[in-house]
């Protein structure tokens, strides 16, 4: 018996939502034909050609100049992001990212900090600097001081400052 063939007496003899409940009608021949069929299409690996591959320098640098970023890029790909931001870091165009890109590196986002024990004022020229400064993690004041908002570390006030 083909598995069309299976697939069609099962449709004939139970119904079209026997699918959903094949389990049910494990007595017949076709259901068993058709069981063993999912379960050779679910333990299908993916063969090394079918993954996908981080595109070449040319065609990372045209993408990189045309205004995509790295997640663009990987979804286009189908590899993950950190793949084409390694690549991007080997064919030494990570620079260019930069440069297309300065918002990723917040090179613009200019932060006052405001000491609220003692009044004195400090200004940094990026969040990177002033997360240093303060011996904060990477990224941590990106997303606290969006939208106007302060961030206190210890007696210090934290904002981005309006240009």
């Known amino acids: 018996m083909r598995f069309v063939e299976a697939v069609n007496l099962i449709e004939k003899k139970y119904g079209a939502q026997a699918f959903d409940h094949l389990g049910d009608y494990a007595e017949s021949e076709a259901a068993q034909m058709i069981l063993e069929e999912q379960k050779r299409s679910i333990t299908k ?8 591959k ?11 100049e045309n205004g995509y970023t790295y997640t663009e890029i990987a979804l286009t790909a189908g590899v993950a992001p950190g793949t084409i931001g390694r690549k991007s870091e080997r064919c030494g ?3 260019l990212y930069c440069k297309m890109h300065p918002r990723v590196r917040r090179l613009d986002v200019k932060v006052l900090c405001v000491n609220r ?3 004195e004022q400090v200004e ?6 002033a ?3 303060f011996g904060l993690p ?4 990106s997303g606290r001081t969006k939208n106007g908002r302060t961030f206190v570390h210890g007696d210090w006030e934290i904002r981005r400052k309006i240009k």
Do not use: N, Y
Request: aromatic letters at 2%; charged letters at 30%; glycine letters at 10%.
């Open 54 to 64: 981080s595109p070449g320098a040319a065609a990372l640098r045209s993408m990189i």
């Open 45 to 52: 690996t993916k063969k090394k050609g079918e993954r996908g």
């Open 124 to 129: 940094f020229k990026t969040l990177s600097a």
């Open 138 to 141: 990477r990224c941590a004041l």
């Open 117 to 119: 024990s003692t009044g």
């Open 93 to 95: 165009l990570r620079e």
């Open 131 to 133: 997360e240093r400064a």
